[in-house]
């Protein structure tokens, strides 16, 4: 996949390996310190370790509108790691408000990036099939039709999971609704693009698979708690999948190099990469500190279901995009 370009051309350049190592390392230690280490002296550690980090980031992402990070000198970089701290405490209030904003911008990146990662693996999946050109047909309806039996398994396997577990919530129910009427929605959307277009959207019930399976892992994350009687196994598969995603944005980032480079004029790629890396940061920092001053932290549950509401309307508007916009030479006909 392309990512996995973008995230080779990222580690040629050393100071994004030492950030993302770091990042990962400040992540790991979060997770570590809530669930199997709350002991206040770790977690002092870990507020500095990441404090530092979030510093020195964020004097790179401030550095970066003016200059490539590849073009850095050492002592630049020396310097952006001992004023890293300095500068968050001399621009508090402006922190505050970039801190809000990273939260928020949170929410919508990693409901795109978690769309678009179900979307290109469905895509990836259904052009392998087409080009063997024998048998592309046959084996595409095999693809639409399997995966359909298997959507419709796990939605109700699912759907009577939840409702046992937590009875008849209005918001389970209320999900479902809207998940069962945008699946309608794209399925008649593919209906009418091989009436009239003669194209076949087959990818949409693996995507329909691969989507529901995120949804499910944002349901699980909002009952957690209701679900599991230990949490740390559940919170280890969280990490991991949440680690995912932003490897796939990162790499997603530096794979479009020339084009954002191109697009944006000002943004590079290095300043779109360091705001994620910071992005993500702050979002750990808010586990620990759930009550900033001055930043707006909702509650996670609260983030979640925004998440998943994002995800929905990616689903429906992006999903009819790409079930019309499938190019004729991709389609059975």
Do not use: H
Not at 230 to 235: A, G
Not at 259 to 269: E, N, Q, S
């Amino acid at each position: 996949m392309s990512f996995i370009n973008g995230l080779k051309r990222l580690f040629k350049t050393p100071i994004y390996i030492l950030i993302i190592i770091s990042f990962v390392i400040s992540w790991f230690l979060i997770l570590f310190g809530s669930t199997f280490l709350p002991i206040e002296s770790f977690t002092r550690f870990i507020i500095i370790f990441v404090a530092v980090l979030f510093g020195f980031s964020l004097f790179l992402f401030i550095m970066s509108f003016f200059k490539p990070l590849n073009e850095l000198n050492k002592i630049l970089i020396l310097i952006a790691f001992i004023l890293g701290i300095p500068l968050i405490f001399l621009f508090d209030e402006i922190v505050s408000i970039f801190f809000t904003f990273c939260i928020y911008a949170n929410l919508i990146l990693t409901a795109f990036f978690a769309f678009k990662i179900c979307m290109d693996f469905s895509l990836k999946i259904d052009d392998y099939l087409y080009q063997k050109e024998k048998y592309r047909q046959i084996l595409r309806i095999i693809e639409f039709i399997t995966f359909g039996v298997v959507y419709w398994l796990i939605y109700r396997l699912s759907t009577n999971f939840f409702l046992e577990l937590l009875g008849p919530s209005a918001l389970v129910i209320w999900v479902l609704r809207i998940i069962f009427w945008i699946d309608l929605i794209l399925i008649g959307v593919v209906l009418l693009t091989i009436l009239f277009a003669k194209r076949y959207a087959a990818f949409i019930t693996l995507f329909f698979s691969l989507s529901f399976f995120y949804i499910i892992y944002i349901f699980l994350d909002v009952f957690s708690e209701l679900i599991f009687t230990d949490t740390s196994v559940y919170q280890i598969t969280s990490f991991i999948l949440d680690l995912i995603i932003f490897l796939y944005i990162i790499g997603s980032i530096f794979d479009k190099v020339d084009y954002l480079k191109d697009a944006l004029k000002v943004f590079r790629a290095d300043t779109i990469a360091l705001f994620v890396i910071i992005m993500k940061l702050v979002v750990q920092i808010t586990k620990i500190f759930p009550y900033i001053p001055g930043v707006d932290v909702p509650p996670d549950v609260r983030q979640e279901l925004w998440i998943l509401l994002i995800f929905l309307t990616f689903t429906l508007f992006f999903g009819i995009y790409k079930i019309i916009s499938k190019r004729k030479d991709k389609s059975t006909n």
